[in-house]
């Protein structure tokens, strides 16, 4: 096997065994208390939670909402973080037909909005808009911008904040303001309530502290209604690294799979079966030494093959009867009739032999050959 079918089969079985591992193997849930500073890095809205509980309510925050699949009962409060996924499909219009059951349903504002505004919250007949904030312009101007404040909200204030537009003066609001700005609002929604805070940045681990923050969270979530059981909805889940490589360069993960694939394929073998080399039947001993002895015999080899027998006649008989290779041809005839027992003419014969004989004697002379190595 190639090195490199090696190399593949090797990774394709480190898969599967991982496969199947992470998919057969025992989880077991641990729980281990690590502290507020643990559940913050994932929960940007614990602060707020713990808030609730100070202030007597119960309240409890899950990673993200289905709200195909779970919604909380229509007596309790659900704050949700406006996001793209919520203004499409039928996310949106399972929570509004919640909160029309009798719900709670606080929107914050997207994390990041764009300087034309987001259009999810125009279905409210509230717009949301990212402008330089008034009270910024008047700080920076060291004017006396106390005297702007509405209410007795002490917020901090941004380069650029965003702030709350009506619509639809029609549907009826409560607003909340700061710096004559519009920074949250609600409106009844069939049998519930729908709230909306512009800037959610207010609410998160490292702002709810700062100022009158936490009391406008408050008022947002408990103000005037009673709140049942609060929801505080965050995500966690992030979009895998491999769809945002797809989403940002679709056509570039494409060619690399492409050449990928040209690369195994030109290392690995043709396709097709794999062809086995024929090896023609080799032929036994016997069948080597008779087309052996026909080729000399065909090629006028007899009387070599004769002398090549009767020498090594010859030398068998010298082993075992020294002396007997320097006699006469006719002297180890004699001796030979005598140790087996033959005429001395007829050795003589064997052993001198004549190509007059043809096939037949030379058959025969070998023979006798054979039957006088027997009785040596």
């Keep these: 096997m190639r090195p490199l079918t090696t190399g593949l089969v090797v990774v394709l079985a480190g898969i599967l065994f991982a496969a199947w591992f992470f998919s057969s193997h025992e989880k077991v849930e641990v729980e281990e208390w690590v502290g507020y500073r643990g559940d913050a890095r994932v929960n940007p809205w614990l602060a707020a939670e713990l808030l609730v509980r100070e202030l007597g309510f119960e309240s409890e925050s899950k990673p993200e909402l289905t709200p195909a699949e779970w ?11 406006v996001t793209s996924s919520l203004g499409v499909g039928s996310d949106l219009y399972l929570l509004l037909n919640w909160a029309g059951e009798g719900g709670h349903l606080v929107l914050l504002g997207p ?11 125009w279905q409210f007949g509230i717009g949301l808009r990212v402008t330089r904030s008034k009270l910024y312009e008047a700080k920076e101007a060291q004017d006396d911008f106390e005297d702007e404040l509405d209410g007795d909200y002490a917020l901090g204030t941004y380069p650029h904040d965003a ?5 639809n003066e029609e549907q009826g609001f409560d607003v909340i303001s700061h710096g004559g700005e519009i920074i949250a609002a609600r409106q009844q929604w069939g049998d519930g309530f729908v709230s909306v805070v512009a800037n959610a940045t207010r609410f998160d681990n490292d702002s709810i502290n700062n100022g009158d923050n936490a009391r406008l969270f408050a008022d947002v979530v408990m103000g005037e209604i009673e709140p049942g059981k609060i929801w ?3 995500r966690t889940r992030l979009t895998p690294l491999w769809q945002l490589i797809w989403q940002a360069a679709p056509y570039l993960v494409i060619s690399a799979a492409l050449i990928v694939l040209l690369l195994l394929w030109s290392a690995l073998p043709a396709f097709g079966p794999r062809i086995v080399a024929q090896t023609d039947e080799r032929r036994s001993i016997l069948e080597h030494i008779h087309a052996s002895g026909l080729f000399v015999w065909r090629h006028a080899g007899r009387f070599s093959l004769r002398e090549s027998s009767t020498g090594a006649l010859l030398r ?10 320097r006699l006469a041809r006719t002297k180890q005839a004699e001796a030979i009739a ?39």
Excluded: M, N
């Design 71 to 81: 919604l909380p009962p229509e007596t309790d409060t659900l704050i949700v973080q």
């Design 111 to 121: 994390e990041f909005v764009a300087e034309e505004g987001d259009d999810t919250l």
């Design 163 to 167: 702030r709350l537009e009506v619509v």
């Design 232 to 234: 505080l909805i965050f």
């Design 316 to 325: 068998e008989a010298d082993t075992r009867h020294p002396g007997l290779s």
């Design 338 to 376: 005598r140790i087996t027992g033959q005429s001395a003419q007829w050795v003589l014969d064997v052993l001198t032999g004549s190509e007059e004989k043809g096939q037949r004697g030379f058959t025969q002379d070998i023979q006798r050959i054979q039957e006088i190595r027997k009785e040596l």
